[in-house]
RNA sequence: GCCGCAGUAGCUCAGGGGUAGAGCAGCGCAUUCGUAAUGCGCGGGUCGGGGGUUCAAUUCCCUCCUGCGGCACCA
């Protein structure tokens, strides 16, 4: 309950989705948008996933969904070739290649892949055509029955009696409704000695599946439940040419390049070690960016009318049992208790999971009146929770993090132009950090909430209200809100093209009655305050890991660690770059950022090293002292672009940079 | 948490039943240099923890921990 704001989700890659096996609505099905998540995403969806748009898209006029759904087909006919004891589960297209679930006596590994491979390869020699056969369903089963192939059994008994493989909640609400009378008929496909439920369609024959590559193994359940036992699911790319598979591993290794893990460590930001998995150790340049994000969020905050707050670490467990935490997610919280081994105190204490529940507490201190709303209750929370350990991934998905969290407490009345400001702000944020690709998703109510259907309308048009009025379009997720309100999810797109879902806005009747909140109204009368939850960041671990990965490293200037490296040539412009620096440093930079942040290298190496190392720590501006500089009272600008700006004085290198702190993400990448 | 894989020097990685090796980094010495790597030398490892097999384990087996790729989770 109490949805705080923060935890920045991952927008859940669509699970299985069934598609190709009979189910009619599998494009739809593939259109909705996904279920989001929290904290966590280190892959989250293109964009077209959610806007309802493309599916995969064609390349060099090949249908590459169709061509990677008939390569699924090879790949289980390869195995079911070598592993005739195999049973398959499903096997779809997906935005780079395609998959298949599959079940074997003992789990394929990756060593069984490359046989596997080369077993397809021949298939493909072989352009095997691909050829349709429509059969009762009856038939088909028994079929499936007596060939062992219990999963596909398990499939068409779902087509037979709802017309759909789809699973609920995972995929188009609406396809149960419209197709709730099942299906009497099926279509098999053959190729060769294989046969596969499916729907189709497919390219001709197995020679024409272009260029492909299996590309891993990893265990899937079946229909995505947990309850359910888990398959081998063996992923593979494939493109229209072997040069669109290479670029597409080119990408891949690209992309690996940025991985915050990877840059973090050698940036010298922060570590993570064994003993307290999933929390950040924040070296002294990892927490100058914090900070410095920290710095520009409280200025924000400030201007936007929120007051900051911090509330306890530690509450007892009986708080936590009032606010419902206890009930819900103590299988997620950290617990401590006090004393010396073997005579500890009774109480049991937690640590907290979220913020929300402390600043309720803030409200509630004296009497409230209704001059005091809105109250903008700001918090950079650190918040605990005991993530499963196969969710955690660097510091994108951690145990322990920070949230840019915030709770206004207003009337119903005031939602809209709190919505509004709120999203104004947002953007604001967003854009000074270089992300200006924004989506904004509207979840609404739940079939489970609560709440009479009266606030329900008056909360989900004041939010949609807000977010219109502050020039935002929003898409519509419908079903996916908070069971306590609505809420606005917002979605930045990053360099390449990935979407991270950071920021929230979500309306809460619940947690203020629950915590007894409550003002004096102009009536006179107690009344009830509503509550949002908010957050832009979603957390600082993983913005900082977002921002990393989107600028694979080369933070603007405004927030990198070290904006400036001294370069003396040789040891006798040491003393003069010095005094370089400590002008540097107590110079006056915008946005009350103070001085630049900057060091000198004094090791006895080459200046061409000096460059170098300068140049793979990403530091935006290199000044270069020499005999000519020192003589001059100047320094010679070389920026991490390569380019060389030439001598300049002090001052001028100063307002240069104080130009570009100024202008934060908006200033184009420097030439 | 589940499936699969991995853990060797600070980092990246090679090796393999007889107590380990490279590059980079570090340290020392020389060099004082004009925009992405100066040269020479030196040091550095309980081969993730525990247990087992063996004359002998970093290597083989079991187990735990941590990480990686997915799945599930994500208030």
């Known amino acids: 309950m109490g949805g705080a704001a923060g935890r920045g989700r991952r927008l859940a890659a669509r699970k299985v989705r069934f598609s190709g096996h009979g189910d009619r609505h599998s494009a ?3 259109r909705r948008p996904a279920p989001l998540a929290l904290q966590g995403c280190r892959r989250a969806l293109n964009f077209a996933d959610f806007r309802l748009a493309k599916g995969i898209p064609r390349m060099n006029g090949v249908d590459l969904e169709r061509m990677r759904h008939s390569c699924a087909h090879v790949l289980a006919a390869a195995v079911m070739k070598l592993h005739p004891q195999a049973k398959l589960g499903v096997g779809p297209a997906i935005a780079d290649g395609f998959y298949y679930d599959i079940h074997t006596p003992t789990p394929l590994t990756s060593e069984d892949l490359p046989a596997i491979e080369a077993e397809m390869r021949r298939i493909r020699e072989r352009k095997l055509p691909f050829v349709r056969e429509d059969v009762p369903i009856e038939a088909a089963a028994a079929h499936m029955q007596a060939t062992g192939q219990d999963y ?73 439940d947990n309850r359910n036992p888990q398959l081998t699911r063996v992923y593979g790319t494939c493109w229209a040419n072997e040069a669109d598979l290479k670029a597409h591993l080119f990408r891949l290794e690209e992309a690996e390049k940025r991985d915050h893990r990877k840059l973090g460590t050698a940036m010298g930001l922060f570590h993570i070690q064994e003993e307290a998995p999933g929390t950040v150790f924040w070296h002294p340049k990892g927490w100058s960016l914090f900070r410095a994000i920290e710095r520009y969020m409280r200025a924000k905050l400030e201007d936007g009318g929120y007051v900051e707050v911090k509330t306890p670490q530690l509450v007892d467990r009986v708080f936590w ?69 196969g969710a955690l991934h660097g510091i994108m998905r951690v145990r322990a993090f920070t949230q840019d969290d915030a709770h206004i407490f207003c009337t119903e009345d005031q939602i ?13 944020i967003y854009k000074d950090f270089g992300f200006a690709d924004l989506l904004v998703k509207f979840s609404d109510r739940p079939e489970k909430r609560a709440g009479e259907d009266a606030i329900w309308d008056k909360a989900e048009n004041a939010l949609e209200k807000g977010a219109q009025a502050a020039g935002l379009t929003t898409l519509r997720n419908p079903g996916e809100g908070a069971f306590y309100g609505p809420k606005l999810e917002f979605v930045l797109r990053d360099a390449i093209g990935r979407d991270w879902q950071c920021g929230t806005l ?35 671990e993983r913005f900082i890991g977002i921002l990393i990965e989107n600028y694979a490293g080369r933070l603007p200037t405004w927030l990198s660690p070290i904006q400036a490296r001294l370069v003396p040539i040789a040891d006798r412009h040491v003393e003069f770059a010095k005094d370089v620096a400590k002008r ?36 935006p501006y290199m000044l ?27 001052d001028e290198a100063i307002a240069r940079i104080a130009q570009e702190v100024d202008a934060r993400a908006d200033l184009p990448a420097p030439a």
């Not at 320094?635 to 004085?649: E, I, Q």
Request: aromatic share 8%; glycine share 10%; proline share 4%.
């Open 28 to 30: 739809a099905a593939r």
């Open 624 to 650: 270069v002292i020499g005999d000519k500089e020192a003589e001059a009272g100047k320094v010679a600008v070389r920026l991490r672009s390569g380019k060389d700006l030439g001598a300049m004085t002090v």
């Open 584 to 619: 540097l440093a107590r110079a006056q930079l915008p946005h009350g950022e103070g001085g630049v942040r900057v060091d000198i290298d004094d090791s006895t190496e080459r200046m061409q090293k000096k460059i170098r190392n300068a140049q793979l720590e990403q530091i």
């Open 416 to 428: 809209p132009d709190e919505s509004r400001k709120f999203c104004d702000l947002l953007r604001d």
């Open 506 to 540: 979500q309306v809460d009747f619940v947690l203020p009655e629950r915590l007894d909140a409550s003002y004096i109204g102009e009536d006179g009368a107690k009344h009830r305050p509503v509550m949002l939850h908010r957050a832009i960041l979603g957390s600082f």
């Open 152 to 224: 596909k059994v398990e499939l068409l008994e779902m087509l037979r009696t709802r017309g759909s493989t789809a699973a609920k909640g995972l995929d188009d609400p609406n396809l149960f409704d419209n197709a709730a009378q099942g299906v009497a008929s099926v279509s098999f496909y053959g190729l060769g000695d294989f046969k596969d439920l499916c729907r189709g369609p497919h390219v001709e024959h197995s020679g024409q599946v272009g260029a492909f590559k299996l590309m891993r193994v990893a265990g899937a359940y079946w229909r995505g």
């Open 321 to 389: 049992e009032k606010s419902g935490h206890w009930e819900n997610y103590r299988d997620a919280m950290f617990v401590a208790k006090p004393g010396k081994e073997g005579e500890e105190e009774d109480r049991l204490y937690a640590i907290k999971p979220m913020n929300c529940p402390g600043a309720v507490q803030i409200f509630r201190q004296g009497q409230r009146s209704y001059k005091d709303l809105p109250l903008r209750l700001a918090e950079f929370g650190a918040c605990h929770r005991y993530e499963p350990s």
